[in-house]
């Protein structure tokens, strides 16, 4: 009785978040001195001309074609960039805390959770920890009571949410950034030969996006599935002054090899309004 009262007050605050979201808060993201370090040390290169940027937005302009059954292009650009212009995504929350994503992909991912039923969620990009604690939420209530999430952020902002008891049991945070390649060995070798699921949204210079597609793309288990959010930034563009970012990534990563590991899985978009087009990335079976 118990179990069954805490899910469904699970539920009912999942609900409740997918349903009311404060109109218009805009958030200001902090630039600390750790940031920067690893920011600057990205090499831009030969990754971000003029000519990669439009054909990045040309390549997503094709991607959205294939929904045009759905919704027309123009429309769906048209969403996405209110949506963006709203900031309505910086200001929602779960369980009493911050959550900067799309309820609408928060959804999918459930979708996706409950299909593929990971033994393992890894995340980039912890934030305040409310996805993570979204994540912990979803496993406990699919009854995967072995199935943990490991999360990671070059900054420590988890205090508030560390007192879950949902976060206590499932969720585990890494203080470091997510291409330093101890932690990426680490995790390579306990999620090895497990269902393993991975979500990127940490830092969203294309540079860093690429880095992590290729370090952490090995990692997904056959039918599962990598994620790579905030594609709309430079892909749409709802930032026409981003770039390149994580849409860049995505095609160069494909382009390159990586569409013999992926297919992009456009019916994980069926809800139109995401932060990710294209980013829905589905391991091929072997």
Not at 27 to 43: E, K, L, Q, W
Request: aromatic letters at 10%; charged letters at 25%.
């Amino acid at each position: 009785m118990k179990r069954t009262t805490k899910n469904f007050l699970i539920v009912g605050s999942v609900t409740s978040f997918l349903l009311v979201s404060n109109a218009v808060s805009f958030f200001v993201g902090s630039y600390t001195p750790a940031r920067a370090a690893v920011y600057d040390a990205i090499a831009k290169v030969g990754f971000g001309d003029r000519k990669t940027l439009r054909s990045t937005q040309e390549r997503t302009t094709r991607m959205l074609e294939q929904q045009d059954r759905i919704l027309p292009v123009d429309d769906q650009k048209r969403i996405m960039n209110m949506w963006n212009d709203l900031q309505i995504w910086s200001n929602t929350s779960f369980l009493g805390i911050r959550v900067m994503k799309n309820p609408m992909d928060l959804w999918m991912m459930q979708y996706i959770i409950s299909e593929v039923r990971p033994d393992y969620i890894v995340e980039t990009g912890t934030a305040a920890g409310g996805s993570a604690l979204y994540w912990a939420a979803t496993l406990e209530l699919l009854g995967l009571e072995d199935s943990r999430v490991i999360t990671m952020d070059i900054e420590d902002y988890t205090a508030a949410v560390a007192e879950h008891s949902l976060w206590q049991e499932y969720v585990e945070f890494i203080h470091s950034s997510s291409t330093d390649p101890e932690t990426v060995e680490s995790i390579a070798e306990r999620v090895k030969d497990k269902k393993v699921m991975v979500l990127l949204d940490s830092n969203h210079e294309g540079h860093h996006v690429l880095q992590e597609l290729r370090m952490y793309g090995p990692l997904v288990s056959p039918g599962s599935y990598l994620i790579v959010e905030d594609t709309h930034l430079d892909g749409i563009p709802v930032a026409p002054e981003w770039g390149p970012g994580p849409m860049s990534a995505l095609i160069e990563y494909l382009d390159t090899g990586g569409a013999e590991l992926y297919e992009q899985d456009l019916a994980r978009e069926a809800f139109v309004l995401t932060q990710n087009p294209g980013g829905w990335l589905r391991r091929r079976s072997q």
